[in-house]
Structure formats: structure tokens, C-alpha cells
């Protein structure tokens, strides 16, 4: 009489992978986790660097902590969920600190990554930073760390893991015509853009439309009088309809399918733009000043 037997065969090594990979696929994805950065230098104050760090290991203790030591370390993290990046404005020379916390913004310029910095000097630094990222600031802070109390310092961090939803950058008045391609009507229109960041615009467009929430657009803009662009006169870009005000014409719009040549043209745009609404405000205070004068000495 034959035995039967009810052995099972031994799982083949492709039945193990396509057991891992289902699990894998039905399971929970798991989280990145998302971190506070401190680029703070080999010279930084040990006991405040270990006393920031306690503070985020108790008060938030789901996120994770990294130091890098140097900045091609730091460049390495840029691709990571970051909370807070608190930087050391003496972690390398300034004017490279200022290209590291550029690239990190351009690198992640659809979110929002908040950057306190620790200074010795404020008014050094609000000068190089007004002159090389004046564009992000709305999510960036200082605090001058020698002589404040621990205190002070740590309620800088928390505000700046708190506070994240900040506008992602600052909207600035303009007043620059443009030529709006509205891909869903097939037309070409004529506007006025009233408002513009790093990030999107607001559009007055021809009284004979109405947008709706969603519309896809290209925007072209006119560049020539600020900035020498050697491809062209205007920045052409595609952007979304975000909001419709009650007019129908007037369109908030954020800018779609970024490439980094067109950011750094919009940043050097703002740049130049901001930088003569400075000169006209400063021209007319000095105006004034000196008409006050005028006026006291008679």
C-alpha cells in the first residue's frame, strides 16, 4: 500500500517575495519622520546645543533630531521632512550660510520650511539676508542667542515648529500687464497682475470673462524693464485658478510645474522690483525731511 502524505512543499524563493511584497502593499505605509535640524558648528555653545536638543526630546518627542557637521552633510537632509531648521549664521562663512538656506528653499519651494537663526550679530545679519533672501522671509526668524535667557531661545523653536503655516512667501504690490492663455476656454486674454510672490499672483483680466475654480492658465510676464533675460522678455508660466473673486475676473493663481530657471527669474524679478518701491519710499521720506526742515528754519 502507497503512504500518502500531506508534506507541503517548500516555498519557492519567488513565493517569499511576492508574500513580502503583498504584505507590504495591504499593510500600514509607514511614516517618514519628520525632523529638527541643527546646523550649529563645531564652535557652537555645547550647553545650548545639548539644551535645544532636550527641549525637543521632551516637548516633542515624535520628532527626530539631526546634527550635521557640515554643510555638504546638511545638503544631504535637505530631501527630509523638516520641521525646523535652526542654523547657526556661523556654521560656515555667511555668505555661503545664506546659498545653503537658498538652495534648501528653491529645492522645496512648494512647502514650507521654517529656518531660525542663531546669530552673535543681528544687524550683520538682517543686512546679508535682506540682500540674498528678502523673498522668504515670512517663515524665517533670528534670535541673538548670547546674553537671552534659555527661555526666550526655546520659545524661537517652538513658535517655529508651531508656526508652520505661515504664507509660504510674501505677496507684494505690483502693477505689470500680462498675457493670460486660458486653456480651458482656448483664449488668449489680456490682465493686469496686482500682486505677485514666489509663488503665485493675483490677476485683474479682461472684463468679458469669468474663471472657476480649478481653470488651468499660462501666464506670460513682462521682465524686460526690471531684469536682462537673454531668452527672452517675458516669463512664461503655467499656473491654476485658486480663487474667483465676486467680479469673476479677478483670479488669485498659484504657479504649476515650477522649473528652477523660472523660480530664480521670478526671484530676481521680486528682487528688482522691491528694491525700486525701496528707493521711491526712501527718495520721498527724504523729501519730506527735507521740506520739514525747510519749513523750521523759516
Known sequence: MSETT???????????????????????RKKRKNYVIFALGDRFDK??????????????AQLAISTPRTPDELTRQFGRNISLLVMNDEFTEKTAVMNLIRALKEKR???????LFLTRDAEELVKIYHKELLLYHESDEYIVYPGNARQQI?????????????????????????????????????GKIVDLSMHGALINAEKDVIFRPGDQIKISIPIHEYIQYE????????????????????????FEHVTDSQSHLIGQLLLAIVSKQFARQTARLKAQYAAQSGEKRR
Open 6 to 28: 500531506d508534506k507541503k512543499k517548500p516555498d519557492t524563493i519567488e513565493d517569499k517575495t511576492a508574500a513580502k511584497i503583498e504584505a507590504y502593499l495591504q499593510g500600514p
Open 47 to 60: 550647553d545650548l546645543s545639548f539644551a535645544m536638543e532636550g527641549f525637543i526630546k521632551k516637548e516633542y
Open 109 to 115: 519651494r512648494n512647502e514650507t520650511i521654517p529656518v
Open 154 to 190: 526655546m520659545a524661537r523653536i517652538k513658535a517655529g515648529i508651531d508656526n508652520q503655516n505661515h504664507r509660504r512667501s510674501r505677496r507684494y504690490n505690483v502693477s505689470l500687464s500680462a498675457t493670460v492663455f486660458h486653456l480651458n476656454k482656448n483664449t488668449v486674454l489680456e
Open 231 to 254: 531668452y527672452g522678455d517675458f516669463i512664461k508660466i503655467s499656473a491654476k485658478v485658486r480663487r474667483v473673486f465676486i467680479s469673476g475676473n479677478k483670479v488669485a493663481i498659484s
